[in-house]
């Protein structure tokens, strides 16, 4: 008989919001927590393995949940949950039902290798915003990106608003997080050009060649590029015409990116 939750004081619920709120949590058990059924069928298509679902059937019904579970080869432990449980343990107010554990992959950057010769790559520099960096990985998948690497981290890549601003972009992109040094090595060895998103002595982004191996390296929010990043590349930058002098970093990524699939599309 499957195991039923009604009490919001239940210790599954305690750990839902303790992996929801807290990098430390996180980091400590190996876990994160994802919201939704298209977010974890992502998931279990990128092979991320999923200890425990936790169902409401209150909002999704059992038949449909069924049907949907049978798609996948799960070991989990499914536990059906009140809606009052359930609204405690979400962040997002529409996920239909269903939130799952699931295991980190401890992915490295020194174990992967480029498939062509001309990969297309992001360096994501001390990004701060969950919503910035999921919004990227977001830009990532719908633009071919081989590979983006979160060089010298500032936020957690399981933090929840990650994957939600990611819409399951976090699960299709392949993702190295890592220092500068470890991230520049790696460029450098497969010979790809690396350009630095900047405003100094810049050249129009437009007028790079990017049909060649490339990597773009993009800044923090609030402080933009380290000096170590800008005297190992290119500076390229993006016209602004207004009287603002800069782009959230997640526009200014998209824009780039296009401009990678408009000159390999030509």
């Known amino acids: 008989m499957m195991k039923h939750i009604s009490s919001v004081q239940n210790q599954s619920v305690k750990k839902i919001i303790e992996l929801q709120s807290k990098a430390k949590a996180r980091k400590e058990s190996n876990c994160f927590t994802v919201e939704g059924l298209r977010e974890l069928q992502l ?3 990128a092979d991320y393995e999923a200890t425990h679902i936790y169902w409401c059937p209150d909002i999704l019904t059992d038949l449909t949940f ?3 579970i049978s798609k996948f080869n799960l070991n989990s432990i499914i536990i059906s949950v009140s809606i009052e449980v359930y609204n405690k343990m979400v962040i997002r107010s529409s996920t239909e039902g269903v939130i799952g554990i699931l295991k980190q992959k401890n992915i490295k950057l020194e174990d992967w290798q480029p498939k062509n010769n001309c990969p297309f790559l992001l360096v994501l520099e001390s990004i701060e915003k969950p919503g910035n960096l999921g919004a990227i990985l977001r830009t990532a998948d719908a633009s071919g990106v081989d590979a983006v690497i979160v060089s010298d981290p500032h ?10 601003s990611s819409v399951g972009g976090f ?11 470890q991230t520049k090595d790696f460029l450098k060895n497969f010979k790809i050009n690396i350009y630095a998103a900047s405003l100094q002595k810049s050249i129009k982004h437009t007028d790079g060649d990017f049909t060649k191996a490339t990597a773009f390296v993009m800044g923090s929010e609030a402080k933009g590029l380290s000096a170590f990043w800008l005297k ?7 016209p602004m015409l207004g009287h603002v002098d800069s782009l959230n970093v997640s526009v200014a990524t998209a824009i780039l990116a296009y401009e990678v699939v408009r000159q390999r599309k030509s």
């Open 66 to 68: 069924k049907k949907w």
């Open 232 to 238: 190992e590349s290119t500076a390229i930058k993006i």
């Open 155 to 164: 936020t957690d890549i399981y933090n929840p608003n990650v994957i939600r």
């Open 171 to 181: 699960f299709s992109v392949l993702t190295f997080v890592c220092e500068n040094k």
């Open 43 to 45: 998931a279990f298509m």
